[in-house]
């Protein structure tokens, strides 16, 4: 439903019957870069920039090691993606309930659409039984077409897309040495919160217990979890219903901590 060439790994997936499914996925733009007309969307976003320079719009970019939130219904773009840039996304349902369209769900549609008009530019254009030509937006289109109805949007909660820049934050040592946190932002009533885990090498990290979804993103450094270690890119799912975990640093590591909406 967009024009040009985006490679992706999708690491996580929610539940496509919560309000707040989600996808974590991490996208690598491909030769030619990759581009979206300037849209809004029904759901919320988090984007952690992991190579490259982000063009938000084209008056805002997000530099290399950048973090934003994109919140329901705000606007955005028009993207113009770089070739090479890589950035971490997660898109989930935002405080409104609206929740989010799976990609299973959402590939269907599109493919149905295909058949009925063409996607160009990130517009879908079809032709009615009367021959008048309609537009709409690539993904505004693929939601409709999956659900069987119109795309209704929030009022918003923000005017803009919130930027934010994680070294300007200062770290805060907790009680488990070796282990220090920062906190990004916390958004909406329903208290989604974004921040930062540093776990240096040797030390342990207590995941605890939650009320709410939490998602953790390895962008560097080296972990073992239940005696199994993982590398950069990893994804981490702790749902309420899970017992603490333990996170122990082989080396130095850095990990985006996403606490989604709750419900």
């Known amino acids: 439903m967009r024009d040009g060439k985006l490679d992706q790994k999708f690491l996580l997936m929610g539940d496509d019957d919560s309000p707040n499914n989600y996808l974590l996925n991490v996208g690598r733009t491909g030769s030619g870069g990759w581009g979206t007309p300037r849209h809004r969307h029904n759901f919320d976003q988090v984007r952690y920039v992991l190579k490259g320079s982000y063009p938000v719009s084209p008056h805002k970019v997000m530099k290399e090691g950048t973090v934003a939130y994109f919140p329901e ?22 405080a409104s309930g609206e929740g989010f369209l799976s990609v299973a769900r959402r590939e269907a549609a599109n493919e149905a659409l295909k058949k009925k008009g063409e996607f160009k530019n990130g517009v879908f254009t079809w032709y009615d039984e009367h021959g008048n030509k309609h537009n709409k937006d690539g993904s505004a289109a693929c939601v409709e077409e999956a659900t069987g109805k119109k795309l209704e949007f929030a009022e918003p909660r923000y005017d803009d897309v919130v930027m934010m820049y994680p ?10 040495p070796g282990v220090s946190t920062k906190t990004l932002g916390v958004f909406t009533e329903r208290e989604m919160r974004l921040g930062f885990i540093k776990i240096e090498a ?19 450094g080296q972990i073992t979890v239940d005696r199994k270690s ?12 899970d017992a603490p975990a333990e996170i122990t640093a082989t080396e130095d590591a850095l ?3 996403i606490r989604l909406p709750q419900f």
Do not use: C
Not at 73 to 94: K, T
Not at 167 to 176: D, M
């Open 73 to 94: 219904s705000v606007h955005y773009g028009p993207q113009d993606r770089p070739e090479g840039l890589e950035m971490m996304v997660i898109q989930f349902g935002g």
């Open 167 to 176: 070294e300007a934050s200062p770290w805060a040592k907790s009680e488990t």
């Open 202 to 220: 040797g030390a342990t990290f207590n995941t605890g217990t939650r009320t709410a979804i939490e998602v953790l993103f390895l962008s560097e």
């Open 230 to 241: 993982y590398g950069p890119q990893t994804g981490i799912e702790l749902l309420p219903t």
């Open 255 to 257: 990990l985006l901590a």
